[in-house]
């Protein structure tokens, strides 16, 4: 977990962030640095970017310095390029936020702490590196004992359909109504929006369910975890890594996740998305293994490719289907799957 | 893939082996030693054990300077001990055995490759080493793409169960017959068995399936690959790790392994095992998304724990049940099984 700014305890990683942009190729680079803007703006002091940089979040361009004066603790890597690849212009940048006493993170393939000269800056400087996709060591093998608390998962018909936009909007809903309510990362802009987190389909195989029932431990204060789905049971390339998911996370409660615009499973075009239904189904009877009171209580739809009229219809279309109440939760927000859950879970 | 001797090509691990004994704590420290033995002795130059060893695998007791000059290519470190930890004459044995010539090969948790004395040993002679548990680089993400050939999975109720010596039983069976057949090792014991293989639990969670896909590519001579299967669907610790391997796997036919005296999930007593048929059925019906003309042809049946006419019995009962062959691989063989994979896919 990060402290923030506690000079008696060691340097960490966490906000406030100095959001680094660069000189991104396109807005698909900066996704990850959008999604900390957009969940945390409290959080972000401001953005580094280049002048050839036509891209912005609209947080003040700053340098590292004034990050620092600001009160900035961590300058955030949030662009991504093809490859993963860290650009000399990176690597520079990255050791002049840490002369500047920033932390430095980042969730590129190429990791900070493989480049010898970003290392050397940051043991100087006494700052610490992180990469997002570096599972921390010691965690262990799922045990599948319940434990207490009530948690919440995120499961999708296919992978980048809305899963952490969608659990993040729960969080913010059930906090705005007064719930103890607390996302948890399983991916790499979720553990920068959340500050903490395991990038779960970066552990060893044998370690997913375990590194969920790590990161969402026995709670006791009837407040719900929310925890970040990845994946899908019926994509071809990473379904073990949302069973173990589901197994690992013991939920009470799901919110299946779809986009009714794909053709296939992201990917892989000879692949058709699952039927709605039967992929409700599957995740409550594998989900049963590890919560056998596992209930769906909503579906969240991304009809971001949608006119709004034929998104309404749709959302009525598979809520009729399914009898769970179905919401965009960026156009409509999750207020009708908050009801639902609450109701489920009275007392 | 091993090469065995061919001066002209860099020296590689693989037979034929000495197996390294040393000094073991119980027989179950040497049951990676021991399945080499079981199902490879044609690849076993012999045994290097301790004075103090009480163990036995009926090998020639030799050194490894004799090993060598008798043709031994690899030693073969197939002892376990508490946590996997490298013992210093385990160390030191190691180092002689690259000193007179032999690549050194092991599956502890602690590598070989992380002992500098070790890697010096090995460079200065020439000699590689070989880490079990350490996946081979640049496995790909798996594509669920259909692919020739065919192709047989074990799957389990349970760890631990003879998934392992089921697929070599049917290796051996199948080409007593005359029949192509291949075993494809997917765990630590297998790898050595087959000179080749991918220990799949350790690859990280995103690659589980495209491990798999690597290691029983396409294949148009009409022949099987039989591939070693790992965990169970219905363990919580690690249903990922055989989600993954199910769909990599793309099989045509699975045969069922179980173990009929065990009272709980491996590791969990609050976890009783699934009932058969619905074992069966799930691990169907996960792999028809890749493969969905997939069928069950038997189930083998590891009675080891039974008197024989209650073996007999489990079987007709457990044949009855899921109107499928049933036999113990190591007490019964495997021919009915055999039989019936053969008649099910017979044009």
Redesign the interface.
């Known amino acids: 977990m990060p402290n923030h700014g506690d000079a008696t305890l060691p340097a960490h990683w966490g906000p406030p962030y100095l959001l680094y942009l660069g000189n991104p190729a396109d807005d698909l680079a900066i996704k990850t640095a959008r999604g900390v803007a957009w969940w945390r703006p409290e959080w972000c002091v401001g953005q580094y970017r280049h002048p050839d940089c036509k891209l912005t979040l609209g947080l003040p361009d700053i340098g590292m310095a004034e990050a620092r004066a600001r009160g900035a603790n961590t300058m955030m890597i949030g662009t991504a390029n093809a490859g993963g690849v860290m650009a000399p212009e990176i690597v520079a940048d990255a050791i002049a936020a840490l002369d500047a006493g920033l932390n430095v993170v980042a969730g590129l393939h190429q990791k900070l702490r493989a480049n010898a000269d970003i290392v050397a800056a940051a043991q100087r400087n006494g700052r610490v590196l992180f990469d997002a996709r570096d599972p921390a060591p010691g965690i262990p093998?799922?045990?599948?004992?319940?434990r207490a608390g009530r948690r919440l998962l995120t499961v999708g018909t296919d992978c980048s359909v809305g899963k952490m936009y969608t659990t993040l909007a729960l969080e913010r809903a059930m906090r705005q109504r007064g719930c103890a309510a607390d996302f948890r990362a399983t991916g790499q802009t979720g553990i920068f929006v959340a500050g903490a987190g395991v990038p779960?389909?970066?552990?060893?195989?044998?370690f997913?369910?375990?590194a969920v029932e790590w990161i969402s431990p026995a709670r006791s204060d009837d407040g719900w975890d929310l925890i970040e789905g990845q994946g899908s049971?019926?994509h071809?390339?990473?379904?073990?890594?949302?069973?173990?998911?589901l197994?690992?996370a013991q939920p009470d409660a799901l919110v299946l996740c779809h986009e009714p615009t794909r053709r296939h499973m992201r990917g892989?075009p000879?692949?058709p998305l699952p039927e709605l239904r039967h992929c409700l189904e599957?995740n409550l009877?594998?989900a049963r293994?590890?919560n056998p009171a596992v209930r769906a209580v909503g579906v969240a739809l991304n009809t971001s490719g949608m006119p709004a009229p034929e998104a309404l219809a749709a959302c009525q279309r598979i809520s009729d289907l399914l009898q769970l109440p179905c919401q965009d939760p960026v156009s409509m927000g999750v207020e009708a799957i908050v009801d639902n859950l609450l109701a489920c879970f009275a007392n």
């Open positions: 093998v799922g045990t599948g004992r319940p779960v389909d970066a552990v060893v195989a044998d997913i369910s375990g049971l019926f071809p390339s990473y379904a073990g890594v949302s069973l173990g998911l197994h690992g892989l000879g692949y599957a009877a594998a293994l590890t």
